[in-house]
């Protein structure tokens, strides 16, 4: 098959919203236009580095009498996600990073977030894109937990956020994500 050019493509968010997070054992979508279950929280503006894809496969090489490597063999393969949530004043942001147990109240209200080493939930995330050509992409993980958020600056100069990390575990199968994409007739 020859190159295409029209195969490269960047990923916009789609609009309305792009991460969703829902409790595990959530009913998750299997195509890229089936509607969302109830439970999934919509986590708002992501910054503008979007979202990063991270593989990092260790491995140990074999090697044979002489320095030949003869075996490759994998010993651990990490999955994860990383964006920038931007909506700081969101209930549903702020239950993500801290935990549901961890904030109550509403910002009409009063909002309290309790901030403690108290261990957050594992999550389920859905990830909706737009793909050149009007093409759908979603992003499925059943199962991710978060390994780090960054420190949070607070400044006049840029917009307060949650640069957070989720690690994927893997589901029944042994898949820690699943992506479809579809033309569609979506907007990005």
Request: hydrophobic share 40%; aromatic share 6%.
């Amino acid at each position: 098959m020859a190159a295409n050019a029209q195969n490269v493509s960047a990923g916009k968010p789609k609009i309305g919203g792009a991460i969703y997070a829902a409790p595990v054992g959530t009913t998750l979508p299997t195509t890229t236009d089936e509607s969302l279950a109830a439970a999934f929280d919509n986590l708002g503006y992501v910054g503008a580095d979007g979202l990063t894809n991270g593989t990092n496969i260790e491995s140990t090489d074999i090697k044979a009498w002489g320095g030949d490597t003869v075996l490759v063999i994998q010993t651990s393969k990490d999955d994860t996600f990383s964006f920038n949530l931007i909506e700081t004043l969101s209930e549903d942001v702020l239950k993500f990073v801290y935990g549901d147990a961890n904030v109550s109240g509403t910002l009409a209200t009063g909002l309290t977030v309790n901030v403690s080493s108290a261990d957050v939930s594992e999550v389920s995330i859905v990830i909706d894109m737009v793909l050149r050509g009007n093409t759908a992409k979603r992003i499925v993980i059943p199962a991710a937990k978060i390994s780090a958020v960054e420190d949070i600056t607070y400044s006049d100069e840029d917009a307060i956020g949650y640069n957070t990390t989720v690690k994927c575990t893997p589901d029944a199968s042994g898949n820690t994500h699943y992506e479809y994409m579809k033309k569609s007739n979506i907007s990005g």
